[in-house]
């Protein structure tokens, strides 16, 4: 149901600010804690998605310069192809990392805020130590994100510049040229994986966390 309201009201994030996006998901009983969650649970997928896709686009390549024979033309569509998905696919990983920044800085300044209303001492301490747990465990997460996301460029320039060569060099000679980058390619591509990965156990980390005190 939170998911269905949250799809529902995301429309206000294209027409308002986001500050009436929150104020608007508050009212329907969803607060900024839970569209972290589902933002980081977004971002965790977008990357989970986008290893895959990498992973892909490096088998397509593997495929052009190491597979004799076939049509070449198909081929290098297939490839690009595959570059075009990874560099949306990066897209969808910057605007999700965007989102969660987004409700992580709103709902920490809240919290900030409300601290100044409690009459409770010991409540107020409680809430204050929670909130600066919670926002260095977000620290730590949205550190592994972005660099994670860091790793992408690197990639997305090894596969552009083989897909614009091949596009005008389309021949066995130039394939066959380009068989040193593969290594390279597959390293920046293995590295892309784990740091992606490492970004992904972090988001289950601290989802679990956040759900548990919830």
């Keep these: 149901m939170r998911r269905l309201i949250f799809a529902c009201c995301a429309l206000l994030t294209l027409i308002g600010c986001q500050s009436a996006y929150y104020s608007a998901m508050e009212k329907a009983g969803i607060h900024k804690r839970d569209i ?32 004799k024979g076939g ?24 605007l999700r990392i965007e989102a969660v920044e987004d409700v992580a800085d709103a709902l ?20 204050a130590k929670e909130l600066s747990r919670t926002r260095a465990e977000y620290r730590t997460l949205l ?7 860091k790793r992408i460029d690197p990639v997305l320039s090894v596969l552009r510049d083989q897909v614009l060569f091949l596009k005008h060099n389309l021949n066995a000679r130039a394939i066959s040229a ?21 970004a992904i156990d972090e988001a289950d980390t601290f989802i679990r966390r956040l759900q548990a005190d919830s």
């Design 108 to 127: 920490f300044k809240e919290w900030e805020s409300e601290l100044k209303q409690y009459s409770n001492a010991s409540l107020k301490v409680a809430s």
């Design 36 to 67: 972290l969650v589902d933002r980081v649970e977004d971002a965790r997928d977008s990357q989970q998605q986008a290893k895959q896709q990498f992973k892909d686009a490096l088998e397509r390549y593997r495929s052009v310069v190491e597979v």
């Design 178 to 198: 380009l068989h040193g980058e593969y290594r390279t390619l597959q390293g920046n591509v293995d590295q892309l994986m784990a740091d992606m990965q490492r």
């Design 143 to 149: 550190q592994r994100m972005k660099a994670a996301e």
């Design 71 to 94: 049509d070449l033309e198909k081929r290098y569509d297939a490839l690009n192809r595959e570059y075009e998905a990874s560099v949306a696919s990066a897209r969808d990983v910057r």
